[in-house]
Each structure stands twice: as C-alpha cells, then as structure tokens.
C-alpha cells in the first residue's frame, strides 16, 4: 500500500510580513493505505469535507508519493 501527499497551488497564504506577496503550495492532507492516486484523492474526499466546502479543484491536486 502507498501513502501521499496531496497540496494545491489554490488559496492563500499570508507571511509574518504582510506586505510581500507570499507563493507557495497548500497541504491538503497525508493519506495512507491506498493502492494508487485516484485511490488517494477520493479517501481524502471522504474524509474531509471541509474541501468541498472551501470549494478547492480537484484537478489542480498535486500528488507526491512518500517512501
């Protein structure tokens, strides 16, 4: 079984100073025991609702799987 991290490039964040503009990715969550990907995003789905709330792009997920 896999185990992956899975960010968005979606949303903001605000540094200590806010006066510079701060690009970075978002981490959605850490999901373990899945077989592939797709396996990954829906468990995430699944258990986190709050996603679908705050309206984030499924297509825009980037996935890493960890060793």
């Given at each position: 079984m896999?185990?992956?991290?899975?960010?968005?490039?979606?949303?903001e964040t605000i540094g200590p100073n806010r006066d510079v503009e701060v690009n970075n990715l978002q981490v959605l969550g850490i999901v373990e025991n899945v077989k592939n990907?797709?396996?990954?995003?829906?468990k995430l789905l699944k258990e986190n609702d709050w996603i679908f709330d705050a309206e984030f792009?499924?297509?825009?997920?980037?996935l890493y799987e960890l060793l």
């Open positions: 896999k185990k992956y991290i899975i960010l968005t490039p979606e949303g990907k797709d396996e990954a995003i829906s792009n499924v297509a825009e997920f980037i």
